[in-house]
C-alpha cells in the first residue's frame, strides 16, 4: 500500500460513520441526498435502493462525516439480499465498510407502530440511536398527532422531527450527530420469563464461543431463537453444529413450557412499543378523509384499474408521438447541417465519409431519440413517484397471481420499462432465491427504452401518415406483448426449471404523494446524461467500427449496395440472409441485427448507415429510404408484415451486452446470461418467423 494511500485510509477511518436504517420507502434515500448532496435514487415505492451507497457530509462544526444509504428493511431477521446488506453493515461483517458508530432510524412518522419495531431491534445491538421522525407531514393528514418531545423522553434516544423531502429537520440532526450522541439505554421490553432465560444462556454461549460481544450476542440470540429461518443463517455465519442444536433444544424447551417462541419476541416488542405511544399519539379531532382509500378504489379496481393503466400508457405514447416530434425535428436538422457543413469544407474521402456517413449518421440517428426519452421519463418518473406504480403492480399481480410469480417480482419488472439494468438490480428485494431468478431472466422481456428508437422508426415506416393516436395504440400492443411474454416465460420457468411454492404477496401500497418538480426533472436529466453517454461512447464506438466494416475492403468504381455487399459487414449479412430471409429479412437488415447484439439502439445507427444515405441522420429520411429499398428482383424490402415481424423480433429479442454482463454479475454464474441470450433470442426467432409465415399465408403482404 502506498503511504499516501495509507494516509487517506487512516483519515477514512477517523470519520464517524452514520448508517440510515429503516422500513422501505420510509425517506433514508432522501435524507441521504439531504445529508451528502449526492443524488441516490428515490421514489414512492418500497425497494428502491438495494445497494449500500456510502457519501460524506459536513457537520455544523466542519467536520466531515461519512454516511450509508442502505435498502430498507422491516426486520434485522433477514429474508432478501438487500437486507442482508443492512445486518450485515450493522454487525460489521462487510469487508470493506467499517462497523457504523451510529445509526440514524428514518421513522416513518405516520406508521409509527411498524417503524419502532426495527428501532427496538437495532437498540439491541447497543450502537447510539437517532430516530428521525420522517413524514411528520403526513401523519397531519392521517389525522393524528405524534409529539416528537415526548417520544424522546420515554424512549430516551434523541428524537428529531423531519420532512426530508422539504429538508426539514435536517440541519437539527447534523447538530445531533456533532454533539455526539451516546450509547443506548438498557431495552425496556421484556420477553416471557422462561424465554428471557433461554435467551441469555444462548447468548451466553455465543460470547463465548462466536466472540461476540454482549450486545450482538444477545440480538442474535433473540433472532436465532425466534425465527424460523434461523438455521440456514447460523451455519451462514460460522456457528457450528453444537449452536444449531442448542437453538432446536431451547425451543423444544420452550414449546414444552407453553411459550410460543415465534411469536414471544414480536409480542414483547409490540408491547413495549403500545406503552411508548401512549401519550405520544393523539388523535385529531376532526380528521380529514382518507383520499388515498378513494384512489385505490379506482385504480385498484379489477376493471377500472387496468382501464386506467391503459389510458396512462396509451397518454405516454401519444405524448412520446406528438409533442416530442418538434425538438427531434430541431436536433435532425442540427445534424444535417453539421453533416453539410463538414461536407463543404472537408475534401472528399474516407475522412469525410467516417465523420459524416460513420459517426454523424450514426451517433446523429441515435441522438435524434431523445425527445422521446425523455417523454417516456418524465411518465416513469411520475408514476414512480406519485406512488401509482405500487398500484400498477398490484392489479398485475393480482391478476397474474396464478403465473407463481412472486409479487414482489412486479415492482422490478414495471423498473424494466426504464431499462433491464435497473430491473434486475431490483430483484435483490426478492427472498425466494428461484423466485429472484426467474424475474431476473424474465425482466429484459419487458420493453426497455433502448426498443423505443427502433420502434419509433419502424412504426414510422409500417403507418408513416396516420395519427399519432394509431401510433400509440401500437406501441401500447408492443409493450402489452412485453409484459405477456414476460409473464408467459415467468410461468413456464416456474412450472419446468424452478418449481417451487410461491408465497403470497404482501406488498405495502405507498400512500399518494404529489411529485416535486424538482425530483422529475432531476430523473430526467439524469436520464438524458446517461442516453447521451451511452450515444457518446458505446454507440459512437460501434458506429465506427461498424461504419469501417460496412466501407472495407472497397471495391473500386463500385458504390451503394454493390460496395456494401462486398465489404466484410456486407458480406457477413449476405451469409447470414439465409437464416433470417424466413423472416423476411435481406442481408441488410442482418447487418442491423448483428450490429444491435451491443445493444439495441445501434440497429438504427446501422441502418442509417447502411441504407445511407442521406446524410441527416433523421429518422424521416431513413423512413424515405427504407420505403425505397428493393430485393434485387424489384420487390419491396419493408412490407408492412416485415416491419410488424421486426417490431416483434425486438420485443423479445435478448440484444444488450450490458444486461447480460449484470445478470452474470446478479446470479454469479455464466450460465444465467447465456440461457437468458438463448431462450430469448429463440423465441424472438419463432415469434417473427410465425408472423411472417404465418401473416404470408393469410394472404399479407
Ligand atoms: N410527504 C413526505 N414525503 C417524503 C418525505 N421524505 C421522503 N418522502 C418521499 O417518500 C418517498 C420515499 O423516499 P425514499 O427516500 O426513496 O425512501 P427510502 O427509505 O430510501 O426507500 P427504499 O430505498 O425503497 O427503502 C419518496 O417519494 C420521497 O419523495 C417526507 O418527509 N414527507
Ligand atoms: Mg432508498
Known sequence: MSLTRSVLLEQEERFMTVALVGNPNSGKSTVFNALTRLRQKVGNYPGVTVEKKLGRAILPDGKAMNVLDLPGTYSLAVQSPDEQVV????????????????????????????NLYLVSQVQDLGIPVVVALNMMDETVKQGRAIDPQKLQAVLRMPVVPMVASKEQGIEELKTILARGVEPVPLREWRMPAVMEEEVALFAQWLCTDRKMDRFTAFSEAVIHLSTPIAKHHLLEHGVSDIGTAMVQDARQRLTRAGVKWRSAVIEARYDWIHRILEGVLTDLPDPKIRKTERFDAVLTHRVWGWVVFVSVMVLMFYMIFTIAAYPMEWISKGFELLSAELKS??????????????IIAGVGGVVVFLPQILTLFFFISLMQDTGYMARAAFIMDRLMSRVGLHGKAFIPLLCGFACAIPSIMACRSIENPKDRLVTILVSPLMVCSARLPVFALMIAVLIPNTSPFEKAGIMLSLYLTGILGAILMAWVFKHTIFKGPTPPFIMELPPYRFPTLKATFLHMWERSQLFLKKAGTVILIFSVIL??????????????????????????????????????YDWRIGIGLIGSLAAREIFVSTMNIAFNIDDSGDAASLHSAFSEARWPDGRVLFTPL????????????????????????????????????????????VAALTVYQGGRWLGFQ
Open 87 to 114: 445486518r450485515d453493515v450493522l454487525l460489521g461483517h462487510m469487508n470493506d465498510t467499517t462497523r457504523p458508530d451510529v445509526v440514524v432510524c428514518i421513522v416513518d412518522a405516520s406508521n409509527i407502530e411498524r
Open 345 to 358: 469544407v472537408l475534401p472528399a474521402g474516407d475522412i469525410r465519409d467516417l465523420l459524416t456517413d460513420g
Open 642 to 685: 416485415v416491419c410488424v415481424s421486426l417490431l416483434i423480433f425486438y420485443v423479445f429479442a435478448m440484444q444488450c451486452f450490458s444486461t447480460l454482463v449484470v445478470t452474470w454479475r446478479e446470479t454469479n454464474s455464466w450460465l444465467w446470461p447465456a440461457f437468458q441470450f438463448v431462450y430469448m433470442t429463440g423465441i424472438a426467432y
Open 547 to 584: 461504419w469501417a466494416l460496412m466501407t472495407y475492403p472497397k471495391l473500386p468504381g463500385a458504390s451503394g449496395d454493390v460496395a456494401l455487399r462486398h465489404s466484410f459487414a456486407g458480406r457477413a449479412g449476405v451469409l447470414m440472409e439465409p437464416v433470417i430471409r424466413p423472416l423476411g
